[in-house]
């Protein structure tokens, strides 16, 4: 039988004349959200598998350091002080209770553990404690990851030497529709911070939230800066919105859960060796739903039943949906394979 190929090539969808090469305009990323459903999974998978094992996924756990009392204005967070969720802020935690959940997190087989803080940017004094929180980490053999707001140079490079080996910041949302959600910091703050992580070795995680009342060709457009990052992030985290009662977009109308599937593809496909991570939602979305976002290229996940301050699906519920999948943890064992004659 022969196979019947879409009339619309990949490379009608590159950048046009005069744009270099290596840049995606915003209408060359929308083109591809606009292809037909089973087109752009197609295209998804392709891309995924020249460069990855489309069974594998890799796993890392979130810890919140430092929770509530944020100064930052961000209408997606349950942590901003401007809004009222009932949520309580507290100090930064203790190293020996941040090792104890890192050492769970391992024996639950995560290989990343990641650290955040409701800070606009780390003050001097909380250095050297975050500080001895990677070199802790590192010590039990995981990969560390932060996420502590705005760094300067000094900083990135301090978190650097300490063996931190990613940094996450978020650019969120396309530079126009930023304004709409955060007024507190700018895009080009975000950009700076991405700029010093970059430039001082640490691997770089940055995506966006969609599910924010933001239009297709926003969507395109956070993509779009992500994708021209040079170069693009290693790690890119899909978050959809969680939305929390008592923040800005705490009524938001949910994203079509397709709409969502086509945001993971296009990811995959404009940043084809970069770890596509699907994110915050995971417990709102059906385990059919999931399976279609690693289908399109996701193959990364927040793994515990926690993200920051809401809720996650368990391990157990993960591991159980592995198992239907045939999907198996990066750093374990593949799941038996048959050969179909
Ligand atoms: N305070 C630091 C900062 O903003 O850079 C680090 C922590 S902050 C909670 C990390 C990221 O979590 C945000 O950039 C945002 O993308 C994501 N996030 C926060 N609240 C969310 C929500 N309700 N739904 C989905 N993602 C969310
Ligand atoms: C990211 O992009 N998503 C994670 C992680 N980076 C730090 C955070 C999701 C937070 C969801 C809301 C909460 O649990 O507070
Ligand atoms: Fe603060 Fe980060 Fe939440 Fe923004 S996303 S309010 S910076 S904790």
């Not at 022969?2 to 840049?23: M, N, T």
């Not at 809004?83 to 941040?98: H, N, Q, R, Y």
């Not at 800005?248 to 397709?258: H, S």
């Not at 996701?298 to 920051?308: C, E, K, M, Q, W």
């Amino acid at each position: 039988m022969s196979s019947v190929e879409s009339p619309i090539s990949l490379s009608s969808l590159r950048p046009s004349k005069g744009v270099p090469e290596s840049r995606w305009t915003v209408a060359a990323v929308e083109a591809l959200y606009e292809l037909p459903f089973m087109d752009l999974l197609y295209r998804a998978q392709q891309t995924h598998r020249q460069h990855f094992n489309p069974n594998e996924v890799q796993l890392s756990t979130l810890l919140s350091i430092k929770t509530g009392g944020c100064a930052e204005d961000c209408g997606y967070c349950p942590q901003s002080a401007h809004f009222e969720t009932g949520l309580k802020a507290s100090k930064i935690l203790p190293l020996d209770e941040v090792l104890d959940a890192a050492r769970a997190a391992k024996a639950q087989g995560a290989t990343r553990f990641c650290m955040g803080a409701a800070w606009r940017s780390p003050k001097e004094r909380d250095m050297e404690q975050v500080t001895a929180m990677i070199e802790g980490v590192r010590g039990l053999g995981m990969e560390t990851c932060m996420t502590l707001g705005m760094l300067d140079e000094q900083q990135a490079h301090q978190l650097k030497d300490a063996g931190l080996d990613y940094y996450n910041h978020n650019l969120d949302t396309s530079p126009d529709y930023y304004g709409s959600v955060i007024t507190t910091r700018t895009y080009q703050d975000r950009l700076d911070t991405l700029q010093n992580v970059r430039e001082a070795g640490i691997n770089v995680c940055c995506g966006g939230i969609v599910g924010m009342g933001e239009t297709r060709t926003q969507r395109a457009g956070l993509i779009a800066q992500l994708a021209n990052l040079d170069p693009y992030p290693e790690s890119v985290p899909i978050n959809n919105l969680v939305a929390v009662p008592g923040t800005p977009l705490g009524d938001a109308e949910p994203i079509d859960p397709f709409e969502f599937v086509r945001t993971i593809a296009v990811a995959r496909i404009t940043m084809p060796t970069t770890m596509v991570r699907l994110s915050a939602g995971r417990e709102q979305m059906d385990e059919a739903l999931q399976a279609l976002c690693f289908a399109a290229g996701a193959n990364s996940i927040f793994y515990g039943d926690r993200l920051l301050t809401t809720s996650n699906p368990q391990a157990q519920r993960d591991r159980a949906l592995f198992q239907r999948l045939g999907l198996h943890a990066q750093g374990e064992r593949p799941a038996a394979s048959v050969s179909v004659v």
